[in-house]
């Protein structure tokens, strides 16, 4: 089974406390052997979900949206970053040099054609720019691939 992850970046600390077993309840449903989880590790759900996998046994493959995505994340996460990535099964690029939004929204959707089922931590409202998780939903929406949206019942981002 292949489950991709997309989600919120900059979530409070009360809310990723909430995520992060929604998230390693919903990588227990699947047999570790055969669970391989599909991430670009940005900072948030996206390194919460290949952390659970690995956690539960599975295997993590990395979408990389663009030659300059690591250093257009936070520097405190470049450790979990690396990390993430030496512990990768496989890598996936895009090939795109930029680090913008048409490029994180290009690696999305390289995401979602490589899964069987999104995880999508939202809380279903639009996007806050091109590329958010309200975009990466609706493409995953059209390509018929399976979403399950984990929310906290009443928080907010």
Do not use: N
Request: with cysteine; glycine share 10%; hydrophobic share 40%.
């Amino acid at each position: 089974m292949r489950v991709g992850i997309t989600g919120h970046r900059g979530l409070s600390q009360a809310v990723e406390e909430l995520v992060r077993p929604m998230l390693a309840a919903a990588v227990a449903e699947h047999d570790p052997a055969e669970l391989v989880g599909v991430s670009c590790i940005a900072d948030g759900p996206d390194s919460w979900f290949a952390e659970a996998v690995l956690h539960h046994g599975g295997r993590i493959e990395v979408v990389v949206p663009a030659l300059g995505y690591r250093e257009s994340l936070p520097g405190w996460h470049h450790p979990t970053y690396d990390r993430l990535m030496r512990q990768a099964a496989d890598l996936h690029e895009t090939g795109i040099r930029d680090s913008d939004s048409q490029a994180h929204m290009s690696g999305s959707e390289l995401l979602v054609c490589l899964v069987d089922e999104l995880l999508a931590v939202w809380d279903g409202k639009p996007a806050r720019g091109y590329g958010g998780t309200a975009d990466v939903v609706a493409y995953a929406g059209r390509q018929a691939t399976a979403v399950r949206i984990l929310w906290p019942e009443g928080a907010s981002r």
